[in-house]
């Protein structure tokens, strides 16, 4: 018989998921609680949230859900990445975190934009580009071509400019 903590921390987890932007579901091991408070406080920065888990709660959570696939990652120490904003820049922390740490937290998988990522493709997003660097990107992309055009349009005013004061000091000289 479920406990009304239990039934409350299944609803907050549920809460959680459905408020989320998406989330990763780690494995950890071995970290110290100064480096996971650490870590949480860089997530937080991030517009995230790292939560340790009860497996079992979190397969109740995301039960008749979208993310139900991923109640197949939830053994062993698990803790969940709920990202409120860009998706990237959370898996970026985790990622350079477990490398430093020498792998202590890695990432399993995630869901994102309605669909289950497996392993690869959640530790894919750690290496994309933020999304203000995509942005900017495109950005450049557009900008690119009409600041060449404007480049050679001034160079070819310049060329006539150029051209007319040759003729005047030529005709000025004569």
Not at 11 to 31: D, K, M, N, P, W
Not at 67 to 80: E, K, Y
Request: one cysteine or more.
């Amino acid at each position: 018989m479920p406990t009304e903590e239990k039934r409350q921390a299944v609803a907050e987890l549920r809460a959680a998921i459905e408020q989320c932007t998406g989330f990763y579901v780690t494995e950890f091991s071995g970290i110290r609680v100064n480096n996971m408070n650490a870590l949480r406080g860089t997530i937080a920065g991030v517009d995230a949230n790292l939560v340790v888990v009860k497996n079992s709660l979190f397969r109740l959570a995301v039960a008749d859900t979208p993310a139900a696939g991923i109640s197949d990652l939830m053994i062993g120490p698990r803790a969940v990445l709920f990202c409120y904003g860009d998706a990237v820049a959370p898996a970026k922390v985790i990622k350079e975190f477990g490398d430093k740490n020498n792998a202590a937290i890695t990432i399993k998988g995630g869901f994102g934009e309605g669909r289950v990522l497996d392993e690869a493709q959640a530790n894919r997003m750690a290496t994309l580009p933020s999304r203000e660097e995509l942005i900017a990107s495109v950005v450049g992309g557009i900008a690119a071509p009409v600041t060449g055009l404007v480049f050679t349009l001034n160079g070819i005013v310049s060329d006539f400019v150029y051209t007319l004061q040759a003729v005047a000091d030529q005709k000025q000289s004569a």
